[in-house]
């Protein structure tokens, strides 16, 4: 089966993967939908991948030790630097047999290259071959936990529709931005709720002191900081919900707009 890696697009056989930068991502993707599991490197997952029978998928007959293949190579980072030296790693560590990649204009790489593969780890290595000859690097997008292929180290967040209930319409580093000026808005109205009467109960006589409300958004905040996954921002979110009808006001509607 052929992997046509364009300078804009990837396919398998006649089967789109998607934009060059998100193809590595789509696959493993669609891999995990399929083998899902909490950590891919665990005996427990390798010695399913073993035992399960095998599924198709992009017209692979797959168990999904492709997946620890990766996760392994990517030793719990979320962004690596790629180098052809560095993705033959890989290669060699999961006896890939792949040959050279042929252009794609049969003059040089600049228009893509191809491919021929047999198995999801084949195709792996092959895109990050890509992505090792251009000097990009992937990126675990810090929102949908998707990868990405960027030249630029510093990118948390992929250019993919947003994977968060009302910003789905947005790409996933606008959709962090809305969410945070949200969540912002939110804190300050519970907080000047909570000055204008003192800061001591909500509505129905509990205790809401301001010190304790700002020190639990101090820690959502913090963790939004350190990854700002969907469940993260999610979480501050129910959290100041909650705050906002225990101090009597409406609560603030959740939209990306």
């Not at 399913?48 to 719990?76: D, H, I, P, W």
């Not at 491919?115 to 949908?144: E, H």
Request: charged letters at 20%; a positive charge; one cysteine or more.
């Amino acid at each position: 089966m052929q992997l046509c890696i364009r300078a804009d697009y990837v396919t398998l056989g006649d089967k789109l993967i998607g934009t060059t930068n998100n193809a590595l991502g789509n696959f493993v993707n669609v891999l995990e939908r399929e083998f899902p599991s909490d950590d891919y490197t665990s005996e427990k997952y390798i010695l399913n991948c073993l035992q399960r029978k095998r599924k198709a998928v992009y017209g692979l007959n797959e168990n999904g030790s492709v997946l620890t293949s990766f996760y392994m190579f990517m030793n719990g980072e979320h962004r690596r630097a790629l180098t052809l030296q560095i993705v033959d790693t890989f290669r060699i560590s999961n006896n890939v047999k792949v040959g050279l990649p042929t252009p794609i204009n049969k003059a040089d790489y600049s228009d893509g290259m191809v491919f021929n593969v047999n198995s999801a780890v084949a195709v792996v290595y092959a895109l990050l071959y890509d992505y090792g000859f251009n000097n990009l690097r992937i990126v675990q997008c810090g929102l949908c936990n998707r990868w990405f292929a960027t030249p630029n180290m510093r990118e948390k967040f992929c250019n993919r529709n947003a994977l968060l209930a009302g910003y789905e319409h947005l790409h996933c580093e606008q959709a962090v931005r809305n969410a945070l000026q949200n969540l912002q808005r939110r804190k300050k109205k519970v907080y000047g709720r909570l000055y204008e009467n003192g800061g001591e109960t909500d509505i129905n006589g509990c205790p809401i002191a301001i010190d304790d409300f700002l020190n639990k958004c101090a820690v959502y905040s913090d963790a939004i900081k350190q990854r700002a996954t969907a469940a993260n921002i999610n979480a501050y979110s129910d959290y100041l919900d909650g705050c906002l009808s225990r101090v009597g006001l409406r609560r603030y509607k959740k939209t990306g707009g």
